[in-house]
């Protein structure tokens, strides 16, 4: 077992063009589930929905950082109605979409820009480590399809919807 320390990022490190943040968006959700061409590719009962996205200087540390926030997040409610419950505390399931527009940048012109967001073959190896990652974990991960064009269909639940970025450097 080894322990990873995460310092947070200078802002030198972003001017040197080296922002390590991998996003995502986290739903708390009683029901959701993935389809591509009409069939139903994924699907879980109560847990999260996780819509993943890999930025171009992402790395290994920033999956690990990732998964280990992602399994130990608090929110889910105890008996006192209490956010102190993780997924793995409830025995949730976990539904990962691959969603690159999560990079998308609209600060200029009328159509967002994705520069910032991993050629495929890069996210696609991240994104498949981060599901991995998951399971090593013990937990029940349904995944949609990388690259497909998919619809989502989900119970938000609270609602609690959370941004998560990784937000390491080297």
């Known amino acids: 077992m080894y322990i990873v ?17 991998m996003r995502a968006v986290l739903q708390r959700v009683t029901q959701a589930s993935v389809s591509v061409a009409g069939a139903t ?8 929905l996780v819509l993943l996205g890999v930025g171009q200087q992402d790395t290994a540390d920033d999956v690990a950082y990732m998964v280990t926030k992602t399994v130990n997040l608090r929110v889910f409610e105890d008996a006192a109605g209490l956010m102190n419950l993780s997924i793995r505390d409830t025995g949730g399931q976990v539904l990962v979409v691959s969603q690159f527009t999560l990079y998308g940048d609209c ?6 820009s994705f520069s910032r967001a991993a050629g495929p073959d890069h996210a696609r190896k991240l994104y498949d480590k981060y599901i991995e990652g998951l399971r090593a974990a013990g937990l029940t991960v349904a995944s949609g399809t990388f690259q497909a064009t998919m ?8 609602p609690v919807t959370l941004l998560l970025d990784s937000g390491t450097c080297i």
């Open 5 to 21: 320390i995460y310092k947070p990022c200078q802002p030198a490190c972003h001017t040197r063009g080296r922002a390590h943040t």
């Open 41 to 48: 590719i994924g699907k879980i009962n109560a847990g999260l």
């Open 107 to 112: 600060r200029k012109g009328r159509r967002p």
């Open 151 to 158: 619809e989502i269909a989900l119970v938000n639940s609270g």
